[in-house]
Nanobody, 113 residues
Framework: QLQAFGGGFVQAGGSLRLSCAAS????????MAWFRQAPGKEREFVAA???????RHAESVKGRFTISRDNAKNTVYLQMNSLKPEDTVVYYC?????????WGQGTLVTVSS
């Protein structure tokens, strides 16, 4: 089970940090990611962090967003800086647990211009 939180309202140029708490005793073995989806559009990849803490980020967020994890807290984070109005979408946490995919419930980020 994944529970995402941390979304909210922020002005352009501001920052937010999303968190996603996962259940399970072997969180350190999960490959985690964040996706986002705007109304009427397909869900798109934002960032991923592997079980070995290797990271990759979508070109659209490189240099602004950073994914990280804390295995002791079973939590993955998405630090979002320099937010833009086009970042206004619902963000979803994603877990790949030995090939089984889980999604969190989504958290809305709203960036005003």
């Amino acid at each position: 089970q994944l529970q995402a939180f941390g979304g909210g309202f922020v002005q352009a140029g501001g920052s937010l940090r999303l968190s996603c708490a996962a259940s399970g005793r072997t969180f350190s073995t999960y490959n985690m990611a964040w996706f986002r989806q705007a109304p009427g559009k397909e869900r798109e990849f934002v960032a991923a962090i592997s079980r070995n803490s290797g990271t990759r980020h979508a070109e659209s967020v490189k240099g602004r967003f950073t994914i990280s994890r804390d295995n002791a807290k079973n939590t993955v984070y998405l630090q979002m800086n320099s937010l833009k109005p086009e970042d206004t979408v619902v963000y979803y946490c994603h877990a790949d647990v030995n090939g089984v995919i889980y999604w969190g419930q989504g958290t809305l980020v709203t960036v005003s211009s």
